[in-house]
């Protein structure tokens, strides 16, 4: 029989979170080396948890309260494969086409700074992840001003010239 639950998951202030599917114990190390490489000065915490053998949460990073988070979101969802990442001081555009290409990784399911709905779904062996909703549902269409706002936010912020 399989079950269904959501998981909550409200960012904390100010961060990122890039949540995703890998295969090897090997993910958690190759992650660190990623973010390490590319935003040396992010703060960040990198969690990962085992499907078999000893079917830990591993983890990384440099900042005690984003790894409690990251091992904590990992531990509601309970499913084997998953890997968190949380970045404070830092974007997913630094990192994720770096991440994308990291060998053990097979899938991003998320790279946001919105409230993250994990949609689970439990079977005897453990859970899965079937998707993710992530922040809320639209309110509108765009309009000239909102455009507007749109292209300054990204130039102010250096993503665009």
Do not use: W
């Not at 409200?10 to 973010?35: A, R």
């Not at 000065?41 to 309260?65: M, P």
């Amino acid at each position: 029989m399989v079950e269904c639950e959501t998981v909550e998951l409200d960012i904390p202030e100010n961060c990122n979170v890039i949540l995703g599917y890998s295969h090897f114990i090997k993910t958690v190390e190759d992650l660190n080396e990623i973010i390490k490489t590319y935003i040396p000065s992010a703060k960040y915490a990198i969690s990962f948890s085992e499907a078999s053998g000893d079917r830990l949460i591993r983890f990384e990073g440099n900042d005690n309260d984003l790894i409690s988070f990251a091992n904590e979101s990992l531990r509601k969802i309970a499913a084997g494969h998953t890997f968190m990442i949380v970045l404070r001081g830092a974007y997913p555009i630094q990192v994720l086409n770096q991440i994308k290409s990291c060998q053990e990784v097979g899938r991003i399911l998320a790279a946001t700074a919105n409230p993250l709905t994990v949609l689970v779904f439990k079977t005897p062996r453990g859970n899965g992840i079937a998707g993710v909703a992530d922040g809320f549902s639209p309110l509108g269409v765009e309009n000239e001003d909102h455009k507007n706002k749109r292209k300054k936010l990204l130039r102010d912020i250096g993503y665009k010239s």
